[in-house]
Structures are given as C-alpha cells and as structure tokens.
C-alpha cells in the first residue's frame, strides 16, 4: 500500500475509477493498480466523484483486501467427510462442479417436489448489478415457495409497508437531506452505517452542513449513537417503541390541527381512518411505554410540523422489531400529514437511469399474502418471502415435507440469523447443500459445494439497487479492473449455469430470455425516450454482447436520462458512462407523484387494511405493564465491519477486542459486571459470552452487542478472523419465533436477556 520506490514496474502502474462496492454510500475510489501483475498499491478516495468528493471510510480497502485474501475461495471445493474440524475440501473443475450440483439437485426435485430446495440470499447481492439481475431469472427457474433473504433481518417491513402504501415494495421514499431544515432519525445511526436506504457519502459532513444552515437534526434512539452525538436533540427510546411514539405524533398532529397534506390530499386515501387509529394513542399513555416524556412527544410534533421542510426517517431499528411495519408505515404517514412527502426538502422518490423506477400502465394487483404457508408453523410467506428465521424448523421440524436441499448465495445466515446453532445443527440434515460464496464460512462449512464467484475487481458493476436510494440522482458505472483466472465464473454466470441444469436447457438460452424480458419491459414505451425505436435497431445496436453488460446497455438506453438507441442522441448511453470515471450527477430528487404511485387508481392508500388490523396488537401492548422485561438487547454496528465477512482483512479487523456488550453503569451495578469482565448474556434463545463496557450511552435498561462475529465454528477458512475478532454470534441470543408478523422480520432489537458475571 502507499507510495513505493521507483521501478521499473512503476510504468504499468495506472489510475483505475470504481465505486466501492461495499456499502450503500457507493463512494467513487481511484486504485492505482498493475493490470498485469495483477496488484493493487493503493485504495482512496476520488476528489473528483460529484458523489463523495474524495470521501471514503476505512472499509474502501475491502476492496483490494478481499481480492488478495489468501483465503478466499478461487475454485469449486467439494466436501469429503461431515462437516466440521476435520473436513477434507477437495478442488474440482467447474464441469464436475456445475454437474454434481445439477444432478443433486434435480434428484432432490424429483424425489420430493420443487418446496424441497430452499435457498438463502444474503447481502452482497443487492451491491453486484449481475448477481442482482439474475437472482429473478435464477428463482424463476428454482419456482420453490420456500424462498428465505436477509431481507427479513433487515428493512423487509419497509418492502412491505411501501408495497400497501404505494403499490411497490421497492420505491422507497427518501429523505432529501440536502435542502431540509429539519431530520427526525429514528433507529439510524447514518454516521456509522453511512445511510441505509438513503445512499449518501460522508454523513458527518452532510449533518454538519444541515446544522450549519441553521436545520435541526432529532435522534431517535435507545444508545446515544455516534450519530446521535453529533445531533441537537436525542432522545432515548424503550426498544420496539418507535410505533407507539409515531402514532402518539400523529395524535398531536390531529389534536392540535396540524394536518396539512397539501397537493397529496387529492390522492390520499385513509386519512380519517388513521386519525381513528390515533385516538388512543396519546403521549401521556405512551410516555410511560416508550420510556420518552409526553412533553417531549408534544414538541416533537410541534417543531417538526412547524420546519419549513421536514423529514421523518426510520431505519435498521425501527424494522426489526416487534412492530416493524406499524413503525415503518407511520414514519410515511408522518411526512404525509404534514406534507413533507414527494417534495424537496422531504422525502421523494429517486429517478434511477435504468428504468426500474418509471411509472408504468398497469397498477399492482393486492401483495400476496399467504399464497404458501411454511411447514413447521404455517408462518405466511409474504410478497414471496418466508421469514429467514423460518429456516432451521423448515429443515428439522417440518416431516415429509421438509426442506432438503439449500442454495445460499453470498449470505452467512449462521451468523445473521436467529438460533445459528440451531440452524447450523439443521443445515447438517440437509440431503445436499451448495453455497456460492467466497469465504469457507460458519456457514458455508456445512455445504457439500462451494461454488465460488469472482469478486468486484474482476467484473464490471453498476449501482442498480442504489440509484433508487440516492439522496441525489446518479448513474454509476464501474469498469472490470483484472481479468479473472481462467475458467473463474462469475456471480451470475454461476446462477445461469446452475437454473440451465435445473431446467435442461442452455445458458444461452436462458440468458437470451432474459434479454428479450427486458426488450419487452423497457424498450419503446409510450412516452419514453426508445417510444417508436425497432427493436432491430436496438438487436444491431447492442450487438452480439452476453450477460448483464447487455442489459445495462438496453436499459440504460431505454432509460428516462437515455439517448434512446439513438447515436447522434445527447443522452446517458453505456458508451457514454463508460468515458466518465466518476459518478455522472442527474441532478436533485424531484416530486414523481401521483403518476408513479402503483396502486389502484395512482393513490396513496394510507391506511390498508392489513395494516390497520395490526394496529390492535400495538393497543393491546399499551396495557401490558411497562418494564418487568429485565434488560433489553439491541444491536450496533461499527465502521470497520460489514456484517459477518470483513474481518479476515487484517486491515479492518487488527485492534481492540469489538465484540463487546455495552451497558449502562447502573444495570452493571446491579448485575453485578465490571467493567472489562467477562459477562453471560442469556435470553429464551441461548446464551453466550461476552466483554462488558460500561457506558452511560446506553439507556438504562438496554444492552447492546453487534452482530457478525463468532467466529469460533471448526472448520472454517478465517484465520485472520478467528485471531484478531473471534468475538460471540450475538444471534445466539435472537429467538426465532419471535416476529413482526406483518413481514416475517425477526426482533433483533429489544430481545429481553438476563446478564450475570461469569464465574
Ligand atoms: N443481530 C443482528 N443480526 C443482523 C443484523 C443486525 O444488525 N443485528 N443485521 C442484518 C442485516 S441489515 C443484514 S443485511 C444481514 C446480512 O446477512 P447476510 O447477507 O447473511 O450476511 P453477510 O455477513 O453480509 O454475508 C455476506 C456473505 O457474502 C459473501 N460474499 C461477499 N462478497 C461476495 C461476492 O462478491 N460474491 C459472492 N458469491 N459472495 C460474496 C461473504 O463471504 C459472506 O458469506 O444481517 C442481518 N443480521
Ligand atoms: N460500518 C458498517 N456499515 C454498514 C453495515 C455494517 O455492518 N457496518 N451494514 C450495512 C447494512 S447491511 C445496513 S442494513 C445498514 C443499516 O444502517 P442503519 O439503519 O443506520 O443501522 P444501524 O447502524 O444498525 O443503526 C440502528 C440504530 O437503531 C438503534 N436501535 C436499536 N433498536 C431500536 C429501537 O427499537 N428503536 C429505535 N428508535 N432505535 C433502535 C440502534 O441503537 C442503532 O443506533 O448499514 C450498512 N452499513
Ligand atoms: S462509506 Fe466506506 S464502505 Fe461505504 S461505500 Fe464509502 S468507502 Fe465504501
Ligand atoms: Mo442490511
């Protein structure tokens, strides 16, 4: 890394332009690399990228790291005895590899029916345009109801609450932070995380900037988070109470006649209904619940409807609890009521270059709910998602019609979901397992193959998921950097190769469909920038190119910003993206509705009925007796991880012990931990051990462990990992038959746990 000595070699040294493609925030990096030694001297940010102007957190040397890590998986390995410490790995070529998963696989099929093959996708797959564009097809050709995602430990009841309210699970609002005056963040902590669902580089410097202009920024949270910290108010918050609080605001909205929807009352539908549903709901009967002052409710709501321009924000702590997709839902309904919605300086839809996000002719039909039950609980799958938690008792509780085969891809569920040792012990009865992934993992290590994907340097990207999530509106393309070895597949090669065997066709086949779906989903609609353009214009255009390249290419043409296949057109094109380094600005979010809205009839509907039946459960929980819960367990998350698998980079992982449990001076005193002692952290799930920092950032009554580590399983390829941050799986503790039961998303904050001094 760094600077080196003049040689000879410095002449192949050259400047290469990528986001990086770790988080959200996507920041524009220059690497300066040797193509053809196939090195990389350093990793920093790019002063010039619109987008981040040179910001970058320590993790942009993932990047590099994770390509040079010697440990990570290059070629197919086949397990040779069970799993465990004395697993034999055995290389095999990707003919052998691609055939033996095909052949199991079918048989698995065959034998039980297509619900007997699961499959698990994790996180990367939403930061890789072609592992995304092909996970549908790859589905498709699976056509298993028992479809599990991180989605479910993550923002799943925002998918869900925007699929009611809006008629797509995936036009997310988002908060437009660069014109607000003032920013309600609930259960975010942006400046560690960078922003989750609102993609946006260098928080600190953005909400230093919005204070600087006189805006105020209001946290929301149970820790004073480093965000927080930075913030003029914070308020601490019982965890699993954010509904409760935002339906008290909207009790004082109504109470004190500060309903001002605007424009958005001509397509609103529900909001009488949800003045209903408020009604019990005052501060003073929430206070005593959420642990926040009604006092404090009552300002709340009076200095957030009085701010010119305003944002309601909930994120990673509002969607994993118990009410999840109430909480979700009210952040919406908050910035509707008082007009923040679909206007600068609120929340507003992004305008993504490929398309995905342009209004379209029909509206949705209602979200499937319920199509397919699971076996063991009969828990209802959900706009085709069964609860992750679901997993493990699909596996070894569900008789004849259990899960048998499990494809994960790019995931480590052992780690992210809850009761991993009861899912580890489940994923051994599993008749066969195929993991795609990168890393011989807590998970991994239990499948019969390892099937592993280039990574970012070597292959082409493009920010698909994050230009919908953009604070600004942008267009990314980041170019291949090394040819990969020989024979190495990538992310989506893999997933075309495996549905081709699944189904007896051809991958070219199957990637040709794909193709002619997208011919006939973006190209020549009415009112488009393609609208009258020959689809053989388009053919000739594109070439005889394969893969997602060909579909970016289409889309971004077909696109709103698109030259429309036209060549002398002044339009985004992937030959134009391809000559600018950075990320291409396309200007400030603007006001989309009510033609984007999906619903019936194009209107916002701000109290459907599913959502309105849950509100009965959160009545019902203002009278069980606040407290008496012992202490409660919430999460963090930390600048030099990324979930479970950046800690076999020394880079990131070297230092202090991370993986400790934080707790408030009092509760220690009286549980008995010292600080820098080891405590038991026991909940209904399991238990476990862990370090203990007293810390009087924590409310009182709430604990908090991060997530991601444990890694202490035999048989795994971390070594670096094991060494430097071995820590507990904090989802020893998440209990898996806890759930929101509006998504299937598991409570990961605010699990109730016991915590003693160990010996
Ligand atoms: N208690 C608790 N649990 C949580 C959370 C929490 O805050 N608290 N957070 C939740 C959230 S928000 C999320 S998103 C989930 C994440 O849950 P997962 O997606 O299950 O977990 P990750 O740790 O992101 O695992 C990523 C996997 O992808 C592999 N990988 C990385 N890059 C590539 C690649 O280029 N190609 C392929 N094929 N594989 C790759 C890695 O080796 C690793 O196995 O965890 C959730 N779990
Ligand atoms: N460095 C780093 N960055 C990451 C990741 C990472 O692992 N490391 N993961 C990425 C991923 S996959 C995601 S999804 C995003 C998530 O990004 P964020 O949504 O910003 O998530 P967190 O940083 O986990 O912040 C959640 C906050 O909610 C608080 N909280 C917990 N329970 C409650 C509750 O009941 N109510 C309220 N109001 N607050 C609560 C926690 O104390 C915490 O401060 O981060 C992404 N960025
Ligand atoms: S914030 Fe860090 S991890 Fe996220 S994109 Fe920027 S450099 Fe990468
Ligand atoms: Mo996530």
Redesign the pocket.
Known sequence: MGETRTTERDTRRERVHRSCPI??ASCGLILEVDRAAKRVFSVRGDEADPRSRGYV?P?AVATAAVYRDSERIRRPLRRVGPAGADARWQEMSWQEALELVGHRLREVRAAHGNDAIGSYIG?PTGHNFGAMMYTELFMKALASNRFFS?ATV??FPKNVSCRLMFGDAWLFPIPDIDRSDFFLI?????L??????MSAPNMKARLRQMRERGARVVV????R?E??AVADRHLF??????AHLLLALVHVLFEEHRIAPGRLAEFTDGIETVRELSLGFSPERVAPISGVAAEEIRQLARDFSAAERAICY?????C??EFGTL?SWLVDVVNILTGNFDRPGGVMFPRAATGQSEPVDEPAAAMPFAEYRSQARGLPSIDGQLPAAAMAEEIDSAGEQRMRALITVAGNPVLTTPNGRRLCEALGQLDFMVSVDIYLNETTRMADVILPSTVQLEHDNYDFLFATTSVRNMARYSPQVFEPEPEAKHHWEILVELAARMNGVSAEVLDDLMFEGCLARFVGRPGSTSEGVGLDVVRARLGAQRGPTRLLDLMLSAGPYGDGFRDAGDGVSLAKLREIPHALDLGPLEPRLPELLRTPGRRIELAPDLIVADVERLRASLVESAGGRGLLL??????????SWLHNLTELAKGRNRCKLLINPEDARRAGVRHGGMASVRSSAGAIEVEAELSDEMMPGVV?IP??YGHTEPGTRLSRARELQAGANVNQLADERLLDPLSGTSVL??ISVDVKPVG
């Open positions: 988080c959200e957190c993790k996180n991180g993550d923002q609930l259960g975010a902590n942006p560690v995380s960078n922003g989750s669902i929301v949270d149970p820790r988070s965000t927080a918050i019982r965890p699993g109470c954010d909930g994120r990673f702590g509002t994993t609890q909480a919430i999460g963090r998350r930390q600048q030099r991880n990324m979930n908090s997530h991601g904050s605010g």
